[in-house]
């Protein structure tokens, strides 16, 4: 039985370590990184300009 338990936890260990190749890999291509650092970026500008949608949209009620 107990041979059985360290046969899955190899094949567990085995599968992590495939999945953090697979991960380092993808952020070794810079091609990758490109898209990442392009979606942060366009994001977050969005968002500020939400934000400041709103603060205006806030300020003209008090205007009215």
Do not use: G, P, R
């Amino acid at each position: 039985m107990k041979s059985n338990q360290n046969s899955d936890m190899s094949k567990e260990d085995q599968e992590e370590e495939n999945s953090t190749d697979k991960i380092d890999k993808f952020f070794m291509d810079k091609e990758n990184n490109k898209k990442i650092y392009n979606n942060i970026t366009s994001n977050n500008i969005e968002d500020k300009f939400a934000s400041y949608v709103k603060t205006i949209l806030k300020t003209q009620k008090y205007l009215k």
